[in-house]
Every structure is written in C-alpha cells, then in structure tokens.
C-alpha cells in the first residue's frame, strides 16, 4: 500500500483511460512522424554520401547531370548513354586525373545490373571478397553480397544475363556467366551490381563475330588538381560527352527533395501542438474535476508545490508516454519505408539507429508535455482550499 | 524547520485561565480572540475562545451561517485567522509558514467531512494511506492497521473498492477512518451527522468518540444538529453572524 507521487499520477491518468490515450496517441504520432523524417532523412543522405566516397566526377553521355549521376553512382536510374571509349580515355588519362574507374553496363540478371569495370571499382569502395577471386578473363564475374543472397548466386553458378536493366525476358542464352567471386556487404552501391571486365559486356552484344564499337556507359574520377573541375569540362565541350559533379548533383536533389520533407515536418509540428492543446486540455480538466480531491489533499498534509509537482509529474508521465510510443511508430516506419525502398531502390535503411537529433526531439517533447500541465497547474498553486471545500 | 514548540507558547501556558490537566496538554486545541473577514468590505466575524484537550470532546453549535466552518476551517489552519492565535498540540499555528503549517496539519488535525470525500482514482485502502504520504509522517503499521481499522468500522470488505463504489454510509465510516488513521492530536468533525437519520446518526457518532478515544485525540463536533446539542458538557454556541454586530 506504499503511496508515491508516480503511483499517484499513474491512478490519476489510468482513471480516465480515454483522454490519456488521445494525449498519448497525439503526441506519438507528432514525434513519430518528425523522427521517421529525421531519419530517412539522415539515411538517405548517409548513403548517398557513402557511395559518392571519393568520387568527384563523372564523365558520361549528355544529357540531364543529375540522371548521370543517379544511373553511374547510385545505379538508381537509367543511363544517359554510352560513349566512345576511346573519346573518354582523353579524359581518363588526362594529367589532372588521379583515378578512372570505366562502367560498361547494359544487361541485369534478375534486375540486378551487370557492371563491366576494373578491379579498382571494387577497391575505390574498400569492399573484400568474401570467397573466390575477382574476374580475369570475360564472362567470369564477381557478385555484391546483396545479389548474392537476393538471387541465390553462389562460387561457381553459372546464369545468363537479359538485355536491358530491368527487363528479364529477353535473355542471352548464347553467353554464360560463371561466379569467381562473392564480396562481402560494404554497404556500397556494390552490394547490388554484378561485376565483371568490360571486355564481357562487349561480348554480350558482340554478334557472330561482327566487332562492336567500344564504348563504355561512364567513368567515374578522382581528380588529382582542384583545377580538373575547370579543366576538363572545356576539353570535351564539343563531343557528346559531359561531366557532372556528384557532390553538386546530390545536394540539388536533396534541396528539392528537403522541400517535401519540410511540408511533413510543418504537419507534424502541426500534430505536436495539437498534442500539446490535449495535454493542456486534459490536465486542465482533471483540475476541475479534481478540484475538491486536491483541497483535501491539502488538508491531509500535502503543500501547494507537492500538489504542483504532482500534475507537472501527469504531464511527464504523458509526453514520455508519447515520445517512447513515437520511437516505436517512427521505427515501424522507417521499417516499412525501407522494404519499400529497398524494393524500388535496392537500397539500405537501418532501422534501429538513435540519432542525437532524436534525443533532442525527445526533450523538447517532455518538455512540451511539462508546459502544458504547467500551465493549468498554476490553478493548483492558488488553490483556495477553505472555499473549495465549501463549495462542494 | 524553526522548533515547534515558539517560545510564546509557555507564555500562553501561564496565561491560560483553564483548568485542564497539564499532561494532556500536548493533544490540546485552543484558540483565543480570534477575528476573521473574508473580504475587506464584508463584517468582521469574531469568535468565542474555545479549548478541547486530549482524550476530551467539543460541541460547536449554531445554525447554518453563523461562521461555524470558517471556524472549523480557522481551527485546522485552512484559513489565517485576522487576530488571535490557534494552538494545537502545543504548536501556535500562526508561527508556521504556509508549507509547515501544511505539514503540521497533515499530521496533527484530522478532519471528517459532512460528506465523505475522496481521491477517486485511488483505492479505499490507498485513500488511507495519503495522510501519512501526504504528511511525511508515515502510517504506522501501514496496510495492516489500516485493514484493521477498516474491519472495526464494518468495512474491511471494501479495502480494496473504489470509494464511489461504497454506499454514503460505508464512505462516511471510511472518512472517519482516513481522519484518524495517522493518530492526529485533533479529530474535527464538520456536520458528521447532519445528513443521517437517528439510528445512524448514533452510530456515526459513537464511532467518533471510540476511535478518538483509541489514538487520544480531541474530538471537536461542529454542527447544527439539535440531537446532539446535550451530547458534551463543553459546548460553545456560536451566534448567527447578522447579530454579531
């Protein structure tokens, strides 16, 4: 029968279960809803920002920049093009450029893109082999973690590719591909891509020995002078070649992309005042109604601040209700988000990491939930207990 | 924390023209002179001294609106009276300061209401336990003590109830239980007995008088019910407020 303040707000809000409920539900959804932002936010990002590493252009065919970095450093979207590998290699072995890593691609197996490039894409990202070995010669390839387990590829399988990057109806059944190799998860754009030497990609298409133009879909590079993002665009301004810079390409997208977000972000602060006005009501209303309870408390021996500080305790109680209820909705979400965009993306999204901007979203939750019972509480502090007692 | 006991107190002592045994001071109220105005412009109400020692009984009489729970409110340091002193248990309210006096009232006055009331959200049980909760003083023997006051007053059975769940009857029974559950020097009864008919009336205030007696407190009856008016020898009736002047 051991009394506590806790003990006691607890009875208070579990006596009316409806009105803590929707105080409760509110705020969760308000928390919930800007942590999900938070954090798809900060995941996104963090992935875009893992699979640029280093990169600082990228040289392809023109068209729009932002796509040619979607489709060559993400492999989210459709390429622009192919280019003449030997129109790219003016740029790739220009001085100024540290690092030219070519993508050839074209084919996928099951949805998964098959990348003809050079051993050093697969150091660029600092992703190890799990089993086997890379590529050396055509038509051997070395499969992502991902793809590997996705497709049930092993050391030693061998498949076909299909024409195009998406489609798998029309399948080159002439050319076998054999594993050499599985890497291990690098949580790179890796993890999704079969990879193998350009030379197989060139085969693929290469028909009863008519030879095919030698082209590659991009290069990604690493400058070696500051000066190489000047230099280089004007050297290949009157080919069919661009270069576009991820770093730029990327914050655009996030740009527009933070506009959506924001939208959200207003709803959800919309949804958290709305909290507030519940908890603000709620307590307001047990003060009321509890008017007498709490003169004869009084009169038991409890002071105008116990009294204050136990409604204060009804409102925290209320908000930590919400933010940890909020934690769960924003995690399911992130959850359900990132099957989604693992499916249409093939990409990642952890669901369990804390960020500290979510403590932070947390305090001022509780905080939020500490002013509303604040507030009426005040009610509390002046309390006239010989008339309340009175009146009844 | 300043002494309990402020040095005027031995003063008043000497002073005090009663003639109550000096042992069973400690369980005394008292008040002296005292004058109260609810607002500035409304009459000054003053009240008749009146003592009740430890062990011993007061009747309060008057009819409705002769300031008898501004009394009663006054007595239990609700309000602060105007002039004039309060004493209980040796302790002059007045030296206290508002959190004190809360405190001391929470462990020194118990108070039984004309109608019983409750934290509603709380069990019979739990109800019992606030006095020591609220106070700081604790409930001694805790849950057993209060089980078996429960069973004593013929309510042991809903220890465990919601207090709204218990008939007016058994929820009066239940206020005289929390009013002296943590032993208060001091049992003030508003119009215990005013809405009971005879039968109960006897009851409710026979219960009174045996568990007042069983902690030692002094037993202050405050009402208007003329069955109860030859009931104690000390009584003081107080006049109604529009003769005062």
Redesign the interface.
Known sequence: ????WIK?AW??L??KPLSTALSIALLAFGVGMVSLMMLAEHQLRDAFDRNIKDIDMVLGAKGSPLQLILANVYHVDAPTGNIRLADAEKVMRHPYVAEAIPLAYGDNFQRYRIVGTEPSYVEHYGAELAEGRLWETPFEVVVGARVAREAGLKLGDTFFSSHGLLDETDVHTDKTFTVVGVLEESRSVLDQLLLCNVQTVWGVHEHKGEEVEQEVTAVLLKKRNPLAVLTLPNLISDTNMQIALPAIEVNRLTQNFGLGLGTLRTIALLIMALSFASIFISVYDSLLA?R??LA???????????LYGSLLLEGGLLSLGGVVLGAVVSRVGIALLATLVEDKFRYDLNALAILPSEWLLAASAIAVGLLAAAIPGLRALRLD??RT??D? | MRSPVPKINNLRLMVMPRIYDLRTFGGMIATENLTFQYAPETPMLRFPDVVCAAGERLLLLGDSGCGK??LL?LM?G??RPATGTVTVAGTALDGLT??EL??F???E?G?V?Q?A??????TV??N????G?????GTEG??ER?RAMLERLGIGEKADKRPRDLSIGEQQRAGIA?ALIHSPSVLLADEPTSALDDRSTERVIALLESEADRVGAALVVVTHDTRLKDRYANRVTLNPVSEWA
């Open positions: 029968m051991k009394l506590s006691i009875r208070n579990a006596s509890r007498y309870e004869l408390m009084r009169t038991m021996g409890a002071t105008a601040r116990g207990i010989s007692l009175s009844a | 729970t501004t409110h239990s609700l309000l508002g959190r809360d405190r009232r929470g462990a006055v108070i209401f109608r009331h409750f934290v509603q959200s709380l049980l739990q019992l336990a606030l006095p909760f609220l106070s700081g003083k805790g849950e209060a929390r």
